[in-house]
């Protein structure tokens, strides 16, 4: 199974801030990475798809990039109803695998 | 407006068994692969399994093989999970995803609200 690796695990940061999450597979995976945004007591939301597609719906200021092994999730000016967590898949290979999570505060 | 609603979640004695369902709207639902997917309390997602759209392909994760039998009745618009020899470690909310498939691209566009499966005794 390809695993998936985030981090950090958690950090806080100030509204209107550029936050990057980082995510690296154990394998070359290569554009084949999702990321999922969680809020509290909710479903996973589909944010970035193929790497760096921007899911219908989903504001500008998340974008995502990478490939091969190493993406990033840039949040590039947060606000306060960014608070979540973070999920990084990559759907390179069956099963599908997610990295352990972000958790994203915002101070 | 795409749903998927997830129900048959409960409390079940180590070794019992319980049967999910998640009821699709909104969407050609005989069109789309659909998967289970699962977070226990307080941890990150897991895949559980998935099925095809005309259920010629089915897979498992190797933790749920051989308990866990995935299906779905187009007809009815329904996906199902059925958990046979359930253990403690089973306990999570378990989410249904429809997944879109572009090109080779593969990728969960919506999701239920879960259903909480409780396992002890």
């Known amino acids: 199974d390809i695993q998936m690796t985030q981090s950090p695990s958690s950090l806080s940061a100030s509204v209107g801030d550029r936050v990057t999450i980082t995510c690296r597979a154990s394998q070359t995976i290569l554009n084949y990475l999702n990321w999922y945004q969680q809020k509290a007591g909710k479903a996973p939301k589909l944010l970035i798809y193929a790497a760096s597609s921007l899911q219908s719906g989903v504001p500008s200021r998340f974008s995502g990039s990478g490939s091969g092994t190493d993406f990033t999730l840039t949040i590039s000016s947060l606000q306060p109803e960014d608070s979540a967590i973070y999920y990084c898949?990559?759907?390179?290979?069956?099963?599908?695998?997610f990295g352990q999570g972000t958790k994203l505060e915002i101070k | 407006e795409v749903q998927l609603v997830e129900s048959g979640g409960g409390l079940v004695q180590p070794g019992g068994s319980l049967r999910l369902s998640c009821a699709a709207s909104g969407f050609t639902f005989s069109s789309y692969e659909m998967n289970w997917v699962r977070q226990a309390p307080g941890k990150g997602l897991e895949w559980v399994s998935y099925i095809s759209g005309s259920s010629s392909t089915i897979n498992y994760a190797d933790s749920v093989k051989g308990r866990f039998s995935i299906s779905r009745d187009n007809a009815k618009k329904s996906l199902y999970l059925q958990m046979n020899s359930l253990r403690a470690e089973d306990t999570a909310v378990y989410y249904c995803a429809s997944q879109v498939t572009w090109g080779s691209y593969r990728y969960w566009g919506s999701w239920g609200q879960g259903t909480l499966v409780t396992v002890s005794s």
């Open positions: 898949q990559q759907s390179h290979s069956t099963p599908l695998t």
